[in-house]
């Protein structure tokens, strides 16, 4: 299987496409064509998860023998309190289940990806010898996901950009209390979409980007997309989607990378997905799916952090499916963007992409905490609140459920009463924050990788020794 461009100028293997990230021509990468996996279906029906992520990752990343994939595999969800179901679905009623994604040891589906993703990274080690060190941007939950991803391979540091101020207390616990000497917390005094423009600017500078062997774990890159696949996949199993009894999956939704994930699965022969995005104020995503216009603004903090987004990178890849893989085309349109600040296209999407969206402000999330609590016994963290927002009851429904609710305890506190904690984040409330608080500059950015990289070229050289 080899892996191109949206924009059309650059392929990689899979490997080659994890560690790159970003392509070279500034598009994201995919799957040069999607296999059909309705021939497997019935075999992989009831297999446990690890084995059904291995099978299906296997189609994918063709040139890693299957041995080491499982391998990688089995480490990634090791950490998982229970390995056999990391992603349990919760029946909620006749209609309604929810798929708890938060069981991973950051309480956040981005665990998923980014375990495995530390496992792919880990083996890059290995085999070349070379160092990795880790350059991302997160909006609240990929900085501690992708840390504890990498924590298990000494050397590697994680450099973690996160808009300072913007992220839930807990959130920058994770990413700041970890004792490490690799980890990085560099606190961005801007949005969210300026850490993001900052890495993805860092990585177009291929000198710097090289000599600092840096590698990306931000949702561009394809192996987390893949991952992701494998939780709907298994959800679709289980619950037994078909066109005759369809199952729609409501999924919060920021940088467009979860639900991609599903979508993509659903070109897959997998029947009867459908797809509903559930933002939070920051609309710009649901705004597309029913206008066809995108146009990214500034970020309103909202209850759900992690989805204050404006820029969905992710949306790139829809866009390449949905011209049936013409980058040029895609470039074009990114142009557009780039220019206008905006583009539009001439369909509106939620017509002809089995995705439905909608969009939650705060006083909607606190109204469907309080909803799920007291109509379904369900605690639902903010983000997952969104999805409650989007139930429809006489359709078969799944609520991807994002975040463990005792990483927002007080909006959850103030409309239920309950005050959800978990032990994990109960340690780190003892310890002590040391960041970086950093402007939102490239240039200041790249200085404090520089000075915290002493043993570059240790590192960089290490082949050599
Ligand atoms: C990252 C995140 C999201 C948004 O996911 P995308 O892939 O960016 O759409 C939603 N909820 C939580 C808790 C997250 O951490």
Redesign the pocket.
């Known amino acids: 299987m080899r892996f191109t461009s949206t924009r059309g100028g650059d392929t990689a293997t899979f490997s080659q496409a994890v560690i790159k990230g970003l392509a070279g021509d500034g598009g994201l990468f995919v799957p040069e064509t999607l296999p059909d996996i309705s021939l497997y279906l019935k075999r992989w029906h009831g297999l446990p998860y690890t084995e059904l992520a291995s099978s299906f990752l296997s189609l994918f990343a063709t040139d890693i023998p299957r041995d080491e994939l499982n391998h990688c595999v089995e480490l990634a969800y090791s950490d998982f309190p229970d390995p056999i179901t990391p992603a349990p679905l919760v029946k909620l009623s006749d209609n309604l289940h929810v798929m708890e994604l938060f069981h991973g040891p950051t309480l956040?589906?981005?665990d998923f990806a980014l375990q495995l993703l530390g496992q792919f990274y880990g083996r890059h080690i290995r085999d070349t010898g070379h160092s990795l060190n880790i350059l991302g941007a997160t909006?609240?939950?990929?900085g501690s996901a992708a840390i504890h991803g990498m924590l298990k391979h000494p050397g590697v540091h994680s450099f973690i950009l996160y808009p300072e101020g913007c992220i839930a207390e807990l959130q920058e616990r994770q990413i700041a209390c970890t004792g490490s000497p690799f980890v990085h917390p560099f606190a961005i005094k801007g949005s969210f979409d300026d850490t993001q423009d900052i890495v993805k600017q860092i990585f177009g500078d291929a000198t710097f980007s090289s000599t600092h062997s840096l590698a990306a774990v931000n949702?561009i890159n394809i192996a987390r997309l893949l991952a992701q696949c494998v939780y709907y996949l298994h959800a679709a199993l289980k619950l037994e989607a078909s066109e005759d009894n369809p199952l729609e999956f409501i999924v919060?939704?920021?940088?467009?990378?979860?639900?991609l994930a599903g979508w993509m699965l659903s070109r897959m022969g997998v029947r009867g997905m459908r797809f509903c995005v559930a933002t939070n104020v920051n609309a710009v995503v649901s705004n597309f799916f029913k206008t066809g216009e995108y146009r990214p603004g500034t970020v309103t903090p909202s209850h759900a952090p992690?989805?204050d987004?404006q820029q969905a990178s992710n949306l790139e890849r829809w866009l390449w499916w949905h011209f049936n893989g013409n980058g040029a085309r895609v470039r074009e349109i990114m142009t557009t963007l780039q220019h206008d600040g905006k583009f539009v296209l001439d369909e509106i999407p939620e017509n002809t992409d089995m995705i439905r969206a909608i969009s939650c402000d705060n006083a909607g999330i606190e109204t469907w905490i309080r909803r799920a609590w007291l109509e379904k016994g369900y605690l639902a963290d903010p983000?997952t609140a969104c999805a409650f927002a989007a139930v429809r009851e006489d359709t078969r429904g799944v609520i991807l459920a994002?975040?463990h609710p005792a990483k927002f305890p007080e909006v959850i506190a103030s409309v239920t009463g309950q005050f959800p904690q978990h032990p994990s984040l109960e340690i780190l409330k003892k310890r002590t924050v040391i960041k970086h608080i950093l402007p939102a500059d490239v240039e200041a950015v790249k200085i404090a990788i520089n000075s915290h990289c002493k043993n570059l070229n240790y590192y960089h050289h290490g082949n050599n020794r």
């Open positions: 956040a589906f981005k909006s609240g939950d990929t949702s919060p939704t920021g940088n467009f990378g979860n639900v992690s989805m987004i983000h994002t975040a």
